[in-house]
């Protein structure tokens, strides 16, 4: 039974970087995409970003387009999210999820295993 654990968040002043990682236990992570989805208070879950099961392709949510960076190691069965410029809008629990596809999805109903997230806080 694979477990996704994050960690890396914290809390960073506006312009700031963040390197959150998450890592499987119990199960490889190779043959899955994976994707980062985050929950702001009061807010609905929201996709960020995603890779599909080898790394050659990503992508992401127009509002951290150009800012976050998705990847993976699959040595270390890890998959890291590096935010920069982050942005007070940025503050969220961030999760990671496995996706039940090889392919990359934006879609929460398309993953099957959780993290249970880091908070993200950024302050102005």
């Known amino acids: 039974q694979v477990r996704l654990q994050e960690s890396g968040g914290g809390l960073v002043q506006a312009g700031g970087s963040l390197r959150l990682s998450c890592a499987a236990s119990?199960?490889?992570?190779?043959?899955?995409?994976m994707g980062w989805f985050r929950q702001g208070a009061g807010k609905e879950r929201e996709f960020v970003a995603t890779?599909?099961?080898?790394?050659?392709?990503?992508a992401y949510a127009d509002s951290v387009k150009g800012r976050f960076t998705i990847s993976r190691d699959d040595a270390r069965n890890t998959v890291y999210l590096l935010m920069n410029n982050l942005e007070p809008d940025d503050t969220a629990v961030y999760s990671c999820a496995r996706g039940v596809r090889l392919g990359m999805s934006v879609i929460q109903e398309e993953y099957d295993v959780w993290g249970q997230g880091t908070q993200v806080t950024v302050s102005s």
């Open positions: 119990g199960d490889t992570l190779k043959w899955h995409a």
């Open positions: 890779i599909n099961w080898n790394g050659g392709s990503t």
